[in-house]
């Protein structure tokens, strides 16, 4: 299965914007770009996912590189209610049909 | 707002005890999993079904056992309880496919004695 890189932990300022980066060089063509966060004692929610356009919702953007080995999630304005694991994930035809998580990313967010 | 119900939310139970921990959605999606998941450390895939009488393995190998009778119902169930099998228990749903998003209960906190 292709594996994600991202950075153990962050810090952002609350109302600043916030760019989680994300690394993914053994990408196929075929898989999805997933974004899902984790509050504390809660499960997973989905936050994003594309393909190879940058794509847009009411939480988030997510920027994808052209050649698809990176991403960025990008939280326009973060509130503390940010402050979570933010996982990137491919799901893709390799294994197990399902989102395999890894360690994510620690979002501090600081008044 | 996720349709997607976990019970029970916390359970403590004794070593040798058979548990069965449930998972139900209303949103009609065919495809169902179970994740693990110990305290600060990723989830793991432990078991996913693509729709009734379908069940697969997941990426971890786990001595849980699981049944799709129905398209809403997923049950988790443990035969002889541990101490290692103390950990977090994660259901979600989703349609078919990968361009889609999957929902996830608010999970089962399992504490072997």
């Known amino acids: 299965d292709a594996k994600t890189t991202q950075p153990n932990s962050m810090e952002s300022n609350e109302e600043e914007p916030v760019h989680l980066p994300c690394n993914h060089s053994t990408i196929s063509g075929t898989d999805y770009i997933h974004w899902y966060r984790q509050l504390p004692s809660q499960g997973p929610e989905y936050v994003i996912h594309g393909l190879t356009s940058n794509v847009n919702n009411r939480m988030a953007s997510l920027a994808i590189a052209e050649d698809r080995k990176s991403s960025t999630l990008i939280l326009h304005r973060a509130t503390l209610r940010d402050a979570a694991v933010y996982y990137c994930?491919?799901?893709?035809?390799?294994?197990?049909?399902?989102?395999?998580f890894g360690k994510g990313t620690h979002l501090i967010i600081q008044p | 707002e996720a349709d997607i119900y976990q019970t029970p939310r916390y359970l403590v139970i004794g070593t040798g005890k058979k548990i069965t921990l449930e998972c139900s959605q209303t949103m009609g999606h065919d495809k169902m999993y179970w994740y693990q998941q110990d305290p600060g450390m990723e989830l793991h895939l432990i078991h996913y079904s693509y729709g009734v009488n379908s069940t697969e393995k997941g990426d971890l190998s786990s001595e849980s056992t699981v049944s799709r009778i129905r398209t809403e119902h997923f049950p988790l169930t443990l035969e002889s309880a541990r101490p290692s099998h103390t950990s977090q228990y994660l259901c979600?749903?989703?349609?078919?496919?990968?361009?889609?998003?999957?929902?996830f209960g608010q999970g089962t906190r399992l504490t072997v004695v």
């Open positions: 979600a749903s989703s349609v078919h496919g990968r361009n889609t998003e999957a929902f």
């Open positions: 994930i491919l799901w893709g035809g390799g294994g197990a049909d399902g989102l395999t």
